[in-house]
C-alpha cells in the first residue's frame, strides 16, 4: 500500500517533529492545562495516559487549534503554530480524529471520507486518496454506500480515522480511538494505528485503556491535572504498575 505523505506546499519538511513548550489553555476562568510540555518525535507513536478530566485531550485540541493557549507554545517542524487557524494546521499536515468519532450520521461512507479531504481542490485527487482509504480498510469500502449512522461503532471509528487521513497528515492525533469498543474490535483498531504508523506517520494518541496505550506507543506521558507528572518509555511504564497506581488509581488496572 501506498505511504500516506502530505501533498501541502509549505515550509514544514516532511520529518517534522512537534514540541509543547509550557502551554496554559483555560475553559473561561476555569484552567485546565497548567504549563503543559512534551515532544513527539518524527515516526513515534507517543501516548498521553492519565485520569478523566486530567487534560488529555484538552492538549490536543490545544494542538489542533480547536483551543487557544493562553501561554506558551507549539511546535511544528520548527515553526510556531501556535493558535493558528484549524485549516491551517490541517494544511500543516497534522490532522485531529476526536472522541466520540463524530461522524455525520446521514451521509453515506465515501461522503464523510471526501469531507476530510475538504483542503483538496482536485477531485481526481479526493478519490484516490478514497480509494487509498478503501484500501486500508476494506469494511468501509464494503458499506461505501451506507449512511454512516447506521454502521456499528467500531466501523465508525474506522470511517472517523480514514476521514482525519484524508488529509494525508504527518502526525495524527487520535483521541480514545477504542473508546465503548469491544476488546476485538479494540485491538482492530490498534492494529491499524501500527499500521498507519508504519507508513510514515507520527502519531500523538489519548487512551484511556492503558495496556493498550503502552503497547503501541515508544514513550508515554502521565498527565495529572493539567500537569505532566511522569515521562517514560511505555515498556518502563508498563511494567511500573506502582506509579501508574499512583496517578491513575483503579483506572489503571481498567
Known amino acids: 500500500m501506498s505511504a500516506i505523505v502530505s501533498n501541502t506546499n509549505n515550509a514544514i519538511g516532511n520529518g517534522a517533529s512537534l514540541k509543547v513548550d509550557r502551554i496554559r489553555v483555560g475553559y473561561g476562568k476555569t484552567v485546565a492545562l497548567h504549563g503543559i510540555s512534551l515532544e513527539v518525535g518524527a515516526g513515534e507513536i ?16 490545544a494542538i489542533s487549534g480547536l483551543l487557544k493557549c493562553a ?12 493558535n493558528w487557524a484549524v485549516d491551517r494546521i490541517v494544511a500543516a499536515g497534522i490532522a485531529h480524529c476526536p472522541e466520540e468519532r463524530h461522524v455525520w450520521p446521514n451521509m453515506s461512507v465515501q461522503e464523510n471520507l471526501a469531507l476530510g479531504a ?10 484516490r486518496r478514497i480509494g487509498i482509504a478503501f484500501h486500508r480498510f476494506p469494511r468501509l469500502k464494503e458499506r461505501s454506500r451506507q449512511l454512516a449512522g447506521t454502521l456499528s461503532g467500531g466501523e465508525q471509528q474506522m470511517l472517523a480515522i480514514a476521514r482525519a487521513l484524508m488529509s494525508e497528515p504527518r502526525l495524527l492525533m487520535l483521541d480514545e480511538p477504542s473508546l465503548g469498543l469491544s476488546p476485538k474490535m479494540a485491538d482492530e483498531v490498534f492494529d491499524v494505528v501500527r499500521e498507519i504508523n508504519r507508513h510514515g506517520v507520527t502519531v500523538l494518541l489519548v487512551e484511556q485503556n492503558v495496556h493498550n496505550a503502552l503497547s503501541v506507543a515508544s514513550r508515554a506521558y502521565v498527565v495529572e491535572t493539567g500537569r505532566v ?6 515498556a ?10 499512583a496517578y491513575l488509581g483503579g483506572e489503571a488496572l481498567a
Open 46 to 61: 507517543v501516548a498521553l495516559i492519565g485520569a478523566n478530566g486530567a487534560g488529555k485531550s484538552t492538549t490536543l485540541r
Open 71 to 82: 501561554e506558551g507554545q507549539v511546535t511544528w517542524g520548527g515553526q510556531s503554530i501556535t
Open 118 to 127: 475538504y483542503l483538496c481542490r482536485s477531485k481526481a485527487e479526493i478519490e
Open 229 to 234: 507528572a511522569a515521562s517514560r518509555d511505555a
Open 236 to 245: 518502563s511504564l508498563l511494567g511500573d504498575p506502582a506509579l501508574l497506581n
